[in-house]
């Protein structure tokens, strides 16, 4: 039987949505992952299929329809893959879980626009809208679990969703100097046991660093910054052989800074 495709960046958080709650079911050999190179074109095939779209992760089944945007997705192989279940059961406690997967739009955002503001007269204020977005989140949970370690007794569907923005703030940490503050202990307590769980384990803080690079000059999906060559999106060199990037946001490095120099033709790409 012909397994569905999954195109996706493995560092790309709303892939690894896909991926944790597929190792939560035990069912990762289910789905064919197919890696997309964000630093090259995209292959017309793959635009023909998602009608221009370029948004990731993208499923591919087997009979050649499309679905696509990972909450989708999540809902999607929850239904088809009903054991074990991820989401909540029963139709209160799963509009629990709802109503706080409904807040991670504008958390999202707002970390994103801090790591990529390059106007340091903005820092206090995008650093304040990220605190506003966790201490909803702490209130929240506070609310509905205060003695919990996640929203209910076990890692479930919005841990799925939450887990690997958890993982990408660590580009906060890295490039603003930003955490979550102390005053927040519940919504701490989250995140900490979010990221210690074994099925969200497919990114390590050293890959987002590395990766998410031009991120914090202010260049997403491999975009080029200005007198550089090479994205640090890029699969070569691998990012394990790269130095880590300078701390903060001080000066702008280049590639050979980075340990982005074109590598010698016939390497092999590998994660």
């Known amino acids: 039987m012909t397994r569905p495709v999954l195109h996706h960046i493995p560092v790309c958080p709303f892939s ?34 998602t009608r221009g779209a370029t948004a990731l ?37 799963r509009a629990v879980e709802n109503m706080l997967i409904a807040l991670e739009g504008d958390f999202v955002a707002a970390g994103y626009r801090f790591v990529m503001s390059q106007d340091k007269g903005r820092r206090e204020a995008l650093a304040e809208a990220m605190t506003a977005q966790y201490q909803k989140l702490d209130d929240f949970l506070s609310w509905q679990a205060p003695g919990s370690e996640y929203l209910f007794d076990r ?34 307590r989250w995140r900490d046991a979010c990221l210690a769980h074994p099925a969200a384990q497919q990114v390590s803080y050293e890959e987002v660093v590395k990766s998410y690079y031009d991120y914090a000059w202010g260049a997403g999906n491999g975009d080029l910054l200005p007198g550089r060559a090479r994205s640090s999106f890029a699969f070569l060199p691998h990012w394990r052989e790269r130095p880590w990037p300078p701390r903060g946001k001080e000066k702008a490095a280049g590639d050979a800074e980075l340990g982005l120099v074109q590598p010698c033709a016939g390497a092999q790409i590998g994660r």
């Open 57 to 93: 992760p993208i499923l591919d089944l087997a009979d050649g329809r499309i679905l696509k945007e990972s909450l989708v997705l999540l809902r999607y192989f929850e239904d088809l893959f009903p054991t074990p279940m991820v989401a909540r059961a029963d139709p209160y406690e």
């Open 16 to 49: 690894q949505r896909v991926e944790i709650l597929l190792e939560l079911k035990g069912r990762r050999d289910a789905v064919e992952f197919s890696v997309v190179d964000v630093t090259r074109p995209r292959d017309p095939a793959l635009l023909a299929k």
């Open 155 to 188: 890692f479930g569907l919005a841990e799925c969703v939450y887990a690997p923005i958890f993982v990408r703030f660590w580009f906060l940490d890295y490039y603003e100097g930003y955490d979550i503050p102390e005053d927040f202990a519940r919504v701490r």
